[in-house]
């Protein structure tokens, strides 16, 4: 009780010095600049790769025979895309320098014409370096006999949805599981990273010994933990009612399109808060303990990015299971405390069995026990003991 009693003190003092700050607000708004910037640039790069890609055909004849040629090309894009289909433009036969020719308008600079249909509406020709097989080739003969033989509109395709699985029920469930390690994966590595510099302000004021002498290590390294997991929990949520109202925006049908996962939304929901916070627990309490043993600054900043790749050493191995969960890999990941949340969480989208993660969260809360105590050690060990410290080569050989 005193151990619970300090760690709850602790944690207290570091959750408000961190909630109640005004920085609080920039960590709230730090996940949308990536997200603006990433919307910007991406708009930017697909603009530009949709005017580089989607290559451009000129169609030198009458303006009836573009219309038709228009006409069978867009029922080409209904089907495949618009970005995926070449675009036709229209030159008219006579320019003002004479007849319109194939190799004027390819060394035209400002079209970018990747091909030139010519010649007649019954036999056409179509110039440009170009093999027969090339994907412009093969569209444009597409078009060419669909533009000469039309066909007439038949009965409209009525679409009638039904509540049975489909035959895609794996793959979605895959794909949601992916999805939920993701998101599991990019707020731990967003969040967990804090913790390496925890301890350096009451390293570096000289007030550690104080602390360590009124409250147990180990409830100096709980307090603090859970301190930065409830700031974490307080973040998720207004990331995540942002998101949903996003989706419920942007998609049509809202969060209901998203794939189904086989326990069902809320036991998944209720699921991935509990995975994220032994995950976060886990590699909190990992990080914790290496960041402890730093005396400055300068140290923690050059630990982040080993600790980095750690991170996704562990999402890595998580995402072997997916697919393939009762796999010896996939079990061989649940087992491993570092990757055992993400991979069950992979597996809570994929089977519908609920126990497993019951064994599972006990024994992730284990090994959060383990690594806390050893930390707590470790700790005591090396850093709060008075006098030069030994190397653990000289203190083997004595």
Do not use: C
Not at 312 to 330: D, E, K, Q, R, Y
Request: net charge positive; proline share 6%; charged share 15%.
């Amino acid at each position: 009780m005193r151990m619970l009693r300090s760690a709850y003190v602790i944690a207290r003092r570091d959750f408000a010095a961190t909630v109640l700050s005004k920085t609080f607000i920039f960590f709230l708004l730090g996940p949308l600049f990536p997200i603006l910037l990433g919307g910007v640039f991406g708009g930017i790069g697909a603009r530009v790769a949709t005017q580089t890609a989607q290559p451009v055909v000129a169609v030198i004849g009458s303006d009836a025979d573009f219309v038709r040629y228009s006409i069978a090309r867009n029922g080409l894009a209904e089907a495949v895309g618009d970005a995926q289909v070449v675009k036709l433009i229209y030159v008219p036969p006579v320019q003002h320098y004479g007849p319109a020719t194939p190799e004027h308008i390819l060394k035209e600079p400002r079209t970018s014409v990747r091909a030139v249909l010519y010649g007649s509406f019954e036999e056409p020709r179509l110039a440009g370096k170009i093999g027969r097989e090339d994907p412009v080739a093969r569209q444009m003969r597409v078009i060419v006999r669909n533009a000469q033989s039309p066909k007439r509109d038949g009965p409209t395709l009525q679409m009638v949805r039904t509540s049975a699985p489909s035959g895609n029920l794996v793959r979605d469930r895959a794909l949601t599981a992916q999805i939920g390690q993701m998101i599991l994966f990019f707020l731990t590595i967003l969040l967990s990273g804090m913790l390496l510099s925890q301890l350096i302000e009451e390293k570096s004021n000289k007030i550690i010994e104080v602390i360590a002498a009124a409250a147990p290590i180990d409830a100096l390294f709980l307090g603090k933990l859970f301190a930065m997991l409830a700031a974490s929990v307080i973040g998720i949520v207004v990331w995540v009612g942002a998101g949903a109202l996003l989706i419920e925006y942007v998609k049509q049908g809202g969060v209901a399109t998203l794939p189904p996962p086989a326990v069902g939304w809320p036991a998944f929901l209720a699921l991935g808060i509990a995975y994220f916070a032994m995950n976060y627990l886990l590699l909190g309490a990992v990080f914790l303990t290496i960041g402890a043993q730093a005396a400055t600054v300068r140290e923690v900043q050059t630990l982040s990015m080993p600790v980095t790749f750690l991170q996704v050493l562990f999402f890595g191995f998580a995402s072997t299971a997916i697919g393939t969960p009762n796999s010896t890999g996939g079990l061989a990941a649940a087992i491993f405390p570092l990757s055992s949340p993400m991979t069950m969480l992979a597996r809570a989208a994929e089977l519908d069995e609920l126990w497993p993660h019951a064994v599972a969260l006990g024994w992730q809360a284990l090994w959060v026990a383990v690594i806390l105590h050893l930390g707590a050690r470790m700790f005591r060990r090396t850093v709060l003991k008075s006098g030069p410290r030994v190397r653990w080569w000289r203190r083997a050989k004595a």
